[in-house]
C-alpha cells in the first residue's frame, strides 16, 4: 500500500512537467512576471536612479497597477546556478520548471497530511483526483500572482489537517503558522486572500483551535511585519516607488473603485456553477463523493472543516463582479480532499454494499475518463494557443537560414495578439546579434511612415481568408505603398473542435504537435495510423480531432539587393 501512495504521488509533479514541456509558453496575463524574472536574471534589480530604464519590460509596459516581483526574484535567483551550467539551457523553462516543482511539492504535503491524519486510502484517492484535474496540474508551473500563492495556501491547509501524533499545543501552533502563510501569500501576491484569511481564523476561533490574543492577533502582527518588509522592500526598488505596496494598490484599484469591471462580470453563482465545476473536472466527484463524505458521519466531522472555511471564502468573494476561476484555485485541495473521503469511505465498504460497489466503480471509471480528457483533449487543445511564440521562432529559423553572418539581425515588430500569445523577451534574440523589437501599440505612431519603416519583419494577425488584413496591415501597406512585403509563415492556433465525417480528411495538426514533444516523430506517425485505424475499423469513418485556423503571419520585407 505504502507502494502504491508513492508511485501514485509520482504522477503530480510528472504531470506537471509533461504540461510545461507541451506547453512552455505563456500567455498575455503570465507577461509581468515572466518578463520580470528575464530582466532580473539579465540585469538584476533596477537602480533608483534609473526609473525610466528601458531594459525593463514594466518601466516601458507598467500596466494597469502594479504587481509584486518578489516571486519572480525568488525564481530568477533560484534558475542561475542551473542556468550557470549550461548557458544553451531554456531559461524560461527552468524558472517555470521550478515553480512548478514548488507547487508539486505543496499538493505531495499536502497528500501526506492526508495519509497521517485519514489514512492511506484517502491520500491515494486524493491524489488521484488532483492528478486528473487539468486546471491546477497546467497552471502549477505558470508565472501567475495566484499560483505563486497557490503553493503557501495549501501548505497552509496542510497544517490544518488533523495529526493524532503531536500535542494539541504543536496543533495550536501549525494552526498559527498556516494563518501567517495565508496572510502573507494575501499580503505579497493575491489580496483576496485577506477573505480567506477572515474565514479561516473565524472557524479557528469558533473550533477553539486557535486563541484570539496569543494566536490570531500575534499571527496577523507577524504577517505584516513579514510580508510588507519582503513587498515593499523588493517591490519599492523594483518599480522605483518608495514606499510601494503592489496588492494594495491593486485592491483600491480593483476592489475600493471597483476597475476590475471594465474585464468584465459575471453573476453571483458564476464560482459555483462554473469554476468549481470547471476546476474539479470530475463532476463525480462533487455530485458523488463530497455528498457521501458529507453524509456518513465518519467522514462528516473531518469534512466540515476542509468545507466550511473555504466555500465561506467562495460566497464572500462572489460579491465582487470580475470573477476568474484563478481567482478561487486555493480551495480546491480542501475540496478535493473532502471528495477523497467519500470516496475513500465507498472504495473500503465496496463489498459489503452494492450502492460502494458500484459507486466506487464509477469513481474509477470517472476519474480515467477526467484523466484522459484533461491530458489528451485538453493538453494539446491549450498547447496550440500560443500562435505568437511559433511565429516568433519561425521567424528566427527562416531568418538564420537566409543570412551567413549570425551579427546579421532584423528589426521586428510584434502585433497585439503574437505578444498576447507567447512572446516573451526569453525568445527574442540578444540586441548584440543586431536584433530590436517593438511591440507599440499608439495609433498614431503607428500611421507614419517612418515608423513602419524602420522593419524588417512584421507579426500580424491572420485569418482563413487570404485576403485579410488586420488594422497593423492595413496601416503598413497604406504608409508604405512603394514597398514589397511576402507571407514568410503563417501559424495556426486552436479554434475548437471538429467532428469528422465519413470521407473527411484528418490533420491532427495539434496532437501530432503534442506527440512530437513526447516521443518524437515516431510517436506523431504512430498516432496517424492508429487514428486511422480506428476510423475504418470502430467508428466507420468518424473521428473528432482539435480545429485549427490562422491566427497570425510573419511579413518580410523585400529588399533590392
Same mark, same amino acid.
Given at each position: 500500500?505504502?507502494?502504491?501512495?508513492?508511485?501514485?504521488?509520482?504522477?503530480?509533479?510528472?504531470?506537471?512537467?509533461?504540461?510545461?514541456?507541451?506547453?512552455?509558453?505563456?500567455?498575455?496575463?503570465?507577461?509581468?512576471?515572466?518578463?520580470?524574472?528575464?530582466?532580473?536574471?539579465?540585469?538584476? +534589480?533596477?537602480?533608483?536612479?534609473?526609473? $525610466?530604464?528601458?531594459?525593463?519590460?514594466?518601466?516601458?509596459?507598467?500596466?494597469?497597477?502594479?504587481?509584486?516581483?518578489?516571486?519572480?526574484?525568488? %525564481?530568477?535567483? +533560484?534558475?542561475?546556478?542551473?542556468?550557470? +551550467?549550461?548557458?544553451?539551457?531554456?531559461?524560461?523553462?527552468?524558472?517555470?520548471?521550478?515553480? !512548478?516543482?514548488?507547487?508539486?511539492?505543496?499538493?505531495?504535503?499536502?497528500?501526506?497530511?492526508?495519509?497521517?491524519?485519514?489514512?492511506? =486510502?484517502?491520500?491515494?484517492?486524493?491524489?488521484?483526483?488532483?492528478?486528473?484535474?487539468?486546471?491546477?496540474?497546467?497552471?502549477?508551473?505558470?508565472?501567475?500572482?495566484?499560483?505563486?500563492? $497557490? *503553493?503557501? =495556501?495549501?501548505?497552509?491547509?496542510?497544517? /490544518?489537517?488533523?495529526?493524532? =501524533?503531536?500535542?494539541?499545543?504543536?496543533?495550536?501552533?501549525?494552526?498559527?503558522?498556516?494563518?501567517?502563510?495565508?496572510?502573507?501569500?494575501?499580503?505579497?501576491?493575491?489580496?483576496?486572500?485577506?477573505?480567506?484569511?477572515?474565514?479561516?481564523?473565524? $472557524?479557528?476561533?469558533?473550533? !477553539?483551535?486557535?486563541? /484570539?490574543?496569543?494566536?490570531?492577533?500575534?499571527?496577523?502582527?507577524?504577517?505584516?511585519?513579514?510580508?510588507?518588509?519582503?513587498?515593499?522592500?523588493?517591490?519599492?526598488?523594483?518599480?522605483?516607488?518608495?514606499?510601494?505596496?503592489?496588492?494594495?494598490?491593486?485592491?483600491?484599484?480593483?476592489?475600493?473603485?471597483?476597475?476590475?469591471?471594465?474585464?468584465g462580470t459575471s453573476p453571483w453563482y458564476f464560482y459555483f456553477l462554473n469554476a468549481l465545476p470547471r476546476l474539479l473536472l470530475n463532476p463525480l466527484v462533487y455530485l458523488l463523493a463530497i455528498p457521501v463524505a458529507l453524509r456518513q458521519p465518519a467522514t462528516r466531522q473531518p469534512a466540515i472543516p476542509l468545507l466550511t472555511p473555504t466555500l465561506a471564502f467562495v460566497v464572500l468573494y462572489s460579491i465582487q463582479p470580475h470573477k476568474e476561476w484563478r481567482f478561487i484555485i486555493y480551495v480546491i485541495p480542501s475540496l478535493t480532499a473532502v471528495a477523497a473521503l467519500g470516496a475513500s469511505y465507498l472504495w473500503n465498504r465496496r463489498s459489503r454494499s452494492m450502492f460502494a460497489c458500484v459507486s466506487s466503480r464509477l469513481l474509477v471509471f470517472s476519474s480515467l475518463a477526467a484523466f484522459s480528457l484533461s491530458n489528451f483533449v485538453l493538453l494539446p487543445a491549450s498547447a496550440a494557443n500560443y500562435p505568437g511564440a511559433h511565429?516568433?521562432?519561425?521567424?528566427?529559423?527562416?531568418?538564420?537560414?537566409?543570412?551567413?553572418?549570425?551579427?546579421? *539581425?532584423?528589426?521586428?515588430?510584434?502585433?497585439?495578439?503574437?505578444?498576447?500569445?507567447?512572446?516573451?523577451?526569453?525568445?527574442?534574440?540578444?540586441?548584440?546579434?543586431?536584433?530590436?523589437?517593438?511591440?507599440?501599440?499608439?495609433?498614431?505612431?503607428?500611421?507614419?511612415?517612418?515608423?513602419?519603416?524602420?522593419?524588417?519583419?512584421?507579426?500580424?494577425?491572420?485569418?482563413?481568408?487570404?485576403?485579410?488584413?488586420?488594422?497593423?496591415? =492595413?496601416?503598413?501597406?497604406?504608409?508604405?505603398?512603394?514597398?514589397?512585403?511576402?507571407?514568410?509563415?503563417?501559424?495556426?492556433?486552436?479554434? @475548437?473542435?471538429?467532428?469528422?465525417?465519413?470521407?473527411?480528411?484528418?490533420? @491532427?495538426?495539434?496532437?501530432?504537435?503534442?506527440?512530437?514533444?513526447?516521443?518524437?516523430?515516431?510517436?506523431?506517425? /504512430?498516432?496517424?495510423?492508429?487514428?486511422?485505424?480506428?476510423?475504418?475499423?470502430?467508428?466507420?469513418?468518424?473521428?473528432?480531432? %482539435?480545429?485549427?485556423?490562422?491566427? /497570425?503571419?510573419?511579413?518580410?520585407?523585400?529588399?533590392?539587393?
Amino acid at each position: 500500500m505504502r507502494n502504491a501512495l508513492y508511485l501514485v504521488g509520482l504522477i503530480v509533479p510528472i504531470l506537471i512537467l509533461i504540461h510545461l514541456f507541451v506547453a512552455p509558453y505563456t500567455k498575455v496575463e503570465e507577461s509581468f512576471h515572466v518578463q520580470a524574472i528575464h530582466d532580473i536574471s539579465n540585469h538584476g +534589480l533596477p537602480s533608483l536612479q534609473s526609473k $525610466f530604464d528601458l531594459r525593463y519590460d514594466h518601466f516601458a509596459f507598467p500596466g494597469a497597477v502594479p504587481r509584486s516581483a518578489v516571486g519572480a526574484l525568488i %525564481l530568477a535567483k +533560484l534558475s542561475q546556478p542551473f542556468a550557470a +551550467l549550461s548557458d544553451g539551457i531554456n531559461r524560461q523553462i527552468l524558472a517555470r520548471a521550478i515553480l !512548478g516543482m514548488y507547487n508539486a511539492g505543496s499538493l505531495l504535503y499536502f497528500a501526506h497530511g492526508l495519509q497521517r491524519g485519514f489514512g492511506q =486510502t484517502v491520500a491515494i484517492w486524493y491524489l488521484i483526483f488532483q492528478a486528473s484535474q487539468f486546471h491546477v496540474i497546467y497552471y502549477a508551473s505558470r508565472p501567475l500572482s495566484n499560483m505563486f500563492a $497557490f *503553493g503557501m =495556501t495549501t501548505i497552509a491547509s496542510r497544517l /490544518l489537517l488533523p495529526d493524532f =501524533t503531536i500535542p494539541r499545543i504543536d496543533a495550536r501552533r501549525r494552526a498559527r503558522l498556516s494563518l501567517i502563510l495565508l496572510a502573507i501569500a494575501g499580503i505579497i501576491f493575491r489580496s483576496e486572500l485577506a477573505l480567506f484569511v477572515v474565514t479561516q481564523t473565524i $472557524f479557528l476561533l469558533a473550533m !477553539g483551535r486557535v486563541r /484570539l490574543i496569543q494566536d490570531a492577533i500575534i499571527a496577523g502582527i507577524i504577517s505584516l511585519f513579514v510580508g510588507l518588509q519582503l513587498t515593499v522592500g523588493i517591490d519599492s526598488i523594483f518599480w522605483n516607488r518608495v514606499p510601494l505596496w503592489p496588492e494594495f494598490d491593486a485592491f483600491l484599484f480593483n476592489v475600493v473603485s471597483g476597475q476590475s469591471s471594465e474585464w468584465g462580470t459575471s453573476p453571483w453563482y458564476f464560482y459555483f456553477l462554473n469554476a468549481l465545476p470547471r476546476l474539479l473536472l470530475n463532476p463525480l466527484v462533487y455530485l458523488l463523493a463530497i455528498p457521501v463524505a458529507l453524509r456518513q458521519p465518519a467522514t462528516r466531522q473531518p469534512a466540515i472543516p476542509l468545507l466550511t472555511p473555504t466555500l465561506a471564502f467562495v460566497v464572500l468573494y462572489s460579491i465582487q463582479p470580475h470573477k476568474e476561476w484563478r481567482f478561487i484555485i486555493y480551495v480546491i485541495p480542501s475540496l478535493t480532499a473532502v471528495a477523497a473521503l467519500g470516496a475513500s469511505y465507498l472504495w473500503n465498504r465496496r463489498s459489503r454494499s452494492m450502492f460502494a460497489c458500484v459507486s466506487s466503480r464509477l469513481l474509477v471509471f470517472s476519474s480515467l475518463a477526467a484523466f484522459s480528457l484533461s491530458n489528451f483533449v485538453l493538453l494539446p487543445a491549450s498547447a496550440a494557443n500560443y500562435p505568437g511564440a511559433h511565429a516568433l521562432n519561425a521567424l528566427h529559423h527562416r531568418h538564420a537560414l537566409a543570412v551567413s553572418d549570425e551579427l546579421d *539581425g532584423a528589426s521586428v515588430y510584434l502585433g497585439n495578439l503574437a505578444c498576447q500569445t507567447g512572446i516573451t523577451r526569453f525568445l527574442q534574440q540578444s540586441p548584440g546579434l543586431g536584433w530590436s523589437y517593438d511591440k507599440t501599440e499608439d495609433k498614431a505612431l503607428k500611421s507614419s511612415h517612418a515608423f513602419w519603416n524602420q522593419f524588417d519583419y512584421v507579426i500580424v494577425e491572420a485569418s482563413s481568408d487570404k485576403d485579410y488584413r488586420d488594422n497593423d496591415e =492595413t496601416r503598413l501597406r497604406r504608409v508604405l505603398q512603394d514597398s514589397d512585403w511576402e507571407t514568410t509563415e503563417v501559424i495556426d492556433g486552436f479554434a @475548437g473542435v471538429s467532428i469528422l465525417r465519413p470521407g473527411s480528411a484528418a490533420n @491532427g495538426a495539434a496532437e501530432r504537435r503534442l506527440l512530437s514533444v513526447l516521443g518524437g516523430e515516431s510517436a506523431a506517425n /504512430l498516432y496517424d495510423q492508429v487514428r486511422d485505424s480506428v476510423r475504418k475499423v470502430l467508428l466507420r469513418g468518424w473521428w473528432v480531432e %482539435l480545429k485549427m485556423r490562422p491566427k /497570425l503571419k510573419v511579413l518580410k520585407r523585400i529588399r533590392e539587393e
